[in-house]
């Protein structure tokens, strides 16, 4: 059974800075294209990064130059690095693997992490 288990998130002043992680077990995270998503109080779920098997990442333009996605593929885990943080970034915080296998899509998601940027 594959899961993902976030952790890190927490309250936090604006301006600063959280890390968050996803462990991933029942699978091996090579194999996945990584994503982490948000969804905040009365919006829809948004993707938020995004880190390919070979590495090639992606961004939302409302994160771009703040956030930091990487992976550990030898720890199972995929990171989120997240610098100068606005309270418009309050939401939780999801992991998400994804594979296609097949024309098949599979999608994995971890129970979430609250983040709140608040002073």
């Known amino acids: 059974q594959v899961q993902f288990v976030e952790s890190g998130g927490g309250l936090v002043q604006p301006g600063g800075t959280l890390r968050l992680s996803c462990l991933a077990s029942g699978t091996s995270l090579s194999i996945l294209t990584m994503n982490w998503y948000r969804q905040a109080p009365g919006k829809q779920r948004e993707l938020v990064a995004s880190i390919s098997r070979d590495l090639v990442t992606n961004y939302a333009d409302s994160v771009k130059g703040r956030f930091n996605i990487s992976r550990d593929n030898a720890k199972n885990t995929v990171y989120l690095q997240m610098n100068s943080l606005k309270p418009e970034d309050t939401a939780v915080y999801y992991c998400?693997?994804?594979?296609?296998?097949?024309?098949?899509?599979?999608?994995?998601w971890g129970q979430g992490t609250q983040v709140t940027v608040s002073s």
């Open positions: 998400n693997g994804r594979r296609v296998w097949l024309l098949k899509t599979y999608d994995y």
